[in-house]
């Protein structure tokens, strides 16, 4: 879209159209200014011969006017249509291209130059379109100079994985496992490149822009994103991938469930989908994706680790719980689902079945247990609600479950780090903070509690959280509830104490508070573990070597 709107005025001169005024946001721009006619000649001038021109912009028509008198078929790039009607008669582009996805606009371009027998396209830039939409005319401009010589799908359809260091185009973001991708990658001899997603954006022109640019520029191996960062639900970018013959690997660190709700994919033969819990695998394959692969979470050694730094004596507890208390998730997601009457009165209960179930898809769960529940889901009227009342049923699950456990262990003096709702739920006797830094916190924090005590998200039954692996890393002393995948993780005799009910926190609480030894014992052997085996160094060689044996 272009910066702002605007209005177009013709400026004439003897009677004729010689530039066109701009007004947008209170500023006067011009296409031309002095002396337009010339400037659009020479343009049309420096096209070399041989070359199939695209202008980028249509301007006063003179450029097109005068490669039509040479004899030279031009296509035009112009979606600024208030511009375009103040233009007199004149001569009519090859091909008018005015599709608002650039990658759909080179697709035409490309046909359009194959059936002109395959020279290669020349872009003639006219400024002020890419002052009014760089998003869209910089995509294509980059892109054409970049693939000038050639043609585009030619230079983008390269051969993958003939090096032994892998080139990866990270999708990146501010989200939590973002650096430890980037240092792993690092870690592990990978030639890497980042595409910042700005607020986790999906398939804007300008994230497309740089995708282009790099497939030329860098030549990846294959693309990384976390979450399905980047992807659209229509499945434009995963269809552009596709048309690229470039891999997209896509690890979930989170219920893929919640984030693929009503995603399409085409790209899915191109796609490999790596979830960190085992217990998604069959559901993915499910939704048509052929290539899934379990990756558990990890963590990076190189920040916790015994001695990361000293944290203030208010740290200091003999018991630590550090989480949200979902209390959050659970008024935005009933906020949003506006469910009818009767939903809403029964949410709390249907959420408590479903925590207690097996079963890890709500939908899953709702088609099986409560058919009325997925009839009046499936009646609401948009996808964003339709998602929310699904969500809504895992965050209160999650929530009920959280509070449980964590009343257990008040009577043993905890430190809650965590949100404001705890205050509510545990009431003003308990010691709270404020959620800490992830990357600057807890690694000094950890250490600094006898027992940190872990409960997992209803949103991943059978898998670990991050804590499972953070803990033990910084030294510190964890026990946590039994997750069935963590059998294949840790030995569970030597490096882990876990809890199957609430009713059997308490006992073992006593038990280690009484006894450091087996606590360090513990917290070394897991530390052993993990930097053999759960590093996010090795995460992300077994991603490369799983993407080079699929799609080398």
Known sequence: MPTAPYTAEPV????????????????????WGRSGAEREERLADEVPQGA??????????????????????AAVVDRERDMRALLPPGAAPSLLVDDPDPAAALKRLEAWRADRGGGPLHPVVLPLYQRLDREYYGALAETLKAGASTDF????????????????????????????????????GASHRSI?????????????????????????????????????????????????????????????????????????DNT??????????????????????????ATDPERFRPGAGRGPSEWRAPISFVGSSMTGPVDRCLALAGLPDRLAEEYETVAAAFGASGETSVARFLERERT????????????????????????????RYRLACVQTILPFDPLVVGDDGWTGLLGAGTRLLPPLDYYDDLPRFYPLS???????????????????????????????????????LFDLDREAVTYREPQDI??????????????????????????????????????????RATFG
């Not at 009325?372 to 929530?399: F, G, N, Y």
Request: aromatic content about 10%; charged content about 25%; some cysteine.
């Open 52 to 73: 199939l021109p695209v202008l980028l912009g249509t301007g006063l028509g003179i450029c097109l006017e005068r490669l039509a008198g040479k004899g030279i078929e």
């Open 450 to 488: 006898e027992i940190n005590f872990n409960c997992t998200s209803r949103q991943m039954k059978g898998a670990v959280n991050q804590r499972v692996f953070d803990v033990p890393a910084c030294g510190g002393f964890l026990l946590t509830d039994h997750r069935e995948q963590m059998e294949d």
């Open 153 to 188: 799908w030619s230079l983008a359809r390269y051969p993958k994985f003939r090096s032994t260091a892998p080139r990866v185009l990270f999708f990146d973001s501010d989200y939590f496992l973002c650096r430890e991708i980037r240092a792993g990658l690092d870690r592990i």
């Open 372 to 399: 009325d529940w997925t009839r009046e889901i499936t009646a609401l009227p948009t996808r964003e609600r339709r998602l929310a009342a699904e969500s809504l049923l895992t965050w209160e699950a999650t929530r």
């Open 12 to 31: 004439l001169k003897d009677g004729a159209l010689a530039d066109i005024r701009i007004r947008i946001q209170g500023k006067t721009w011009h296409l």
């Open 272 to 297: 490999a989908i790596f979830t960190f819990d085992a217990g998604n695998l069959d559901a993915m394959r499910e939704r048509g994706f052929g290539n899934v692969h379990y990756l558990p979470l």
């Open 196 to 268: 910042v997603l700005e607020d986790r954006e999906t398939g804007s022109s300008a994230f497309i822009e740089n995708l282009l640019k790099a497939v030329i520029d860098f030549r990846p191996d294959f693309a990384l994103t976390v979450n399905h960062f980047g992807l659209d639900r229509e499945g434009k970018l995963a269809g552009l991938l596709a048309d690229l013959g470039l891999p997209l690997a896509s690890w979930f660190v989170d219920n893929p469930h919640l984030i693929l709700f009503d995603y399409a994919h085409p790209g899915a």
């Open 506 to 547: 308490p006992e073992l609480v006593e038990r280690f508070a009484a006894a450091p030894d087996a606590r360090r014992a513990v917290s070394t052997a897991a530390r052993r573990r993990i930097l053999a085996e759960h590093t996010y160094e090795r995460r992300l060689a077994n991603l490369v070597e799983t993407m």
